[in-house]
């Protein structure tokens, strides 16, 4: 009995292990396909930038050019000025982000050759959504079940020590050579066999040690099925509160493609024709343009927030 018990807690251990295996890998594509989702964020976040930055070089020019023949004011040249500066800054910051996340990216592949995230859509793209099954089957859950199954094999082995172990042994061996039997020289070959045979019994004897080994295993398979429960409700609240979030997420999305994108075109437009008969001053011009600017980039961290539920949303599926 004491060695089947130790066969099941072996077999409990190795599944743990294979579900540990499981697990990272799990973590690791999770991992990676945020930072793959994240890497085009900013790659579309660097359009933007780069578009500003030539734009304000090309204006700063011509703002340098009416100071010099009295068009521009000193307010006018030095607000371009400081914008173009600021813009490059941004830019400069962003792609030293962006390098920091392709070796991340790299690093994790382990590849002798650095990738670079294909031109994908910039979404991610939700699989099936979810339910509470999901959460019972999910790798997460599964290993800390199988941690309680391992502490209950445990208890079990140490509960099995109070009963007595029987032992029955056999032994068949062969003796070459002249031995003395009964006062008589005789030769034994190889085709002389011996057998004995041995039976015994194996009685407890420290009853206070095992008991509280069993006592102490005891209260480590409680402590197991208590942690069990409470990670399977800490994650249906994870998994309602990123329903949550994701329908949030959909609705704004919703509306930069419904309606900002329309604004942004607006503001830009009408920016540029103000400015061009007169109406609105350079730096009336330049907030405009920033605020259209800060919509696209609004979108943007948007779509982040969007991919990063949906890829926690996703890692519910097992898929490794």
Do not use: C
Not at 140 to 158: D, K
Not at 173 to 186: A, C, E, P, T, Y
Not at 263 to 288: H, N, V
Not at 304 to 316: D, F, Q
């Amino acid at each position: 009995r004491v060695d089947r018990r130790r066969k099941e807690l072996l077999k409990a251990q190795t599944e743990s292990a294979v579900l540990n295996g499981k697990l990272n890998g799990l973590e690791l594509k999770k991992e990676l396909t945020a930072l793959f989702y994240e890497i085009l964020v900013m790659t579309e976040k660097e359009k933007i930038l780069s578009e500003a930055d030539s734009f304000y070089s090309d204006f700063l020019r011509k703002q340098e050019l009416r100071f010099r023949v009295g068009d521009a004011n000193i307010l006018e040249k030095t607000a371009a000025e400081s914008q173009r500066m600021q813009i490059g800054n941004q830019l400069n910051a962003l792609r030293a982000d962006k390098q920091n996340l392709l070796t991340r990216f790299n690093l994790m592949l382990n590849a002798k050759k650095e990738y670079l995230p294909e031109r994908l859509p910039v979404k991610a793209v939700p699989e099936k959504l979810p339910d509470t099954a999901a959460i019972d089957n999910h790798l997460y859950l599964l290993r800390h079940r199988q941690q309680s199954a391992i502490a209950g094999a445990e208890y079990a082995l140490r509960k099995s020590a109070f009963l007595p172990h029987l032992s029955f042994g056999y032994n068949n061996q062969s003796i070459v050579g002249w031995q003395n039997v009964n006062g008589f020289d005789q030769y034994y070959g190889r085709n002389r066999r011996f057998s004995s045979f041995g039976v015994g019994i194996n009685i407890p004897v420290f009853y206070k040690v095992i008991k509280a080994e069993a006592s102490a295993g005891r209260v480590n398979l409680l402590l197991r099925q208590k942690e069990l429960e409470d990670v399977r409700n800490r994650r249906l609240a994870d998994l309602e509160q990123l329903l949550i979030t994701l329908e949030k997420d959909k609705q704004l999305l919703h509306y930069y493609e419904a309606t900002g994108f329309n604004q942004f075109d607006l503001l830009r437009r009408s920016a540029a024709d103000q400015f061009r008969t007169g109406a609105i001053s350079y730096i009336e011009w330049m907030m405009l343009v920033n605020q259209s600017l800060q919509i696209r980039s609004d979108y943007l961290n948007a779509v982040s927030e969007w991919n990063r539920t949906v890829i926690e949303l996703n890692a519910y599926n097992n898929k490794e």
